[in-house]
């Protein structure tokens, strides 16, 4: 008889589900909130302050990239969603000169930081 594996059978399962739902969620509020803007902006005419936003959605989507990734590539996934989270994170303080936007802005790490943990403890 074969016995299924469950995700409590191995410990870090479980980093991979938290980082699967947490990345869910952030690129699905990106997705939600951000894409009608962008659009929007990619219409219009483009001035200074329109290709900095234009930035912080490229970043945007490029996290959500590499969500889409992590089903196939944990490892590289992993790198790109902190990659480009700490990048919003840095954008987010270079626009406003705010120490708590930046702080805001940098538990978006942490669905890339549980992915890097699963991918150790699998030793992929």
Not at 75 to 97: Q, V
């Amino acid at each position: 008889m074969e016995k299924r594996m469950k995700y409590q059978d191995h410990p870090s399962r479980f980093f991979l589900i938290i980082a699967r739902i947490v990345g869910f969620l952030i690129t699905g509020v990106f997705l939600l909130f951000m894409a009608p803007e962008f659009i929007k902006i990619l219409n219009t005419k483009s001035e200074y302050t329109e290709l900095w936003i234009f930035v912080f959605y490229v970043l945007a989507m490029i996290y959500g990239a590499g969500f889409l990734l992590s089903f196939w590539l944990i490892k590289l996934s992993a790198y790109i969603m902190i990659a480009s989270s700490i990048a919003i994170a840095l954008y987010g303080f270079i626009d406003t000169m705010n120490w708590i936007i930046f702080l805001i802005l940098i538990p978006l790490t942490f669905s890339g930081i549980l992915l890097l943990i699963y991918a150790k403890r699998l030793g992929l």
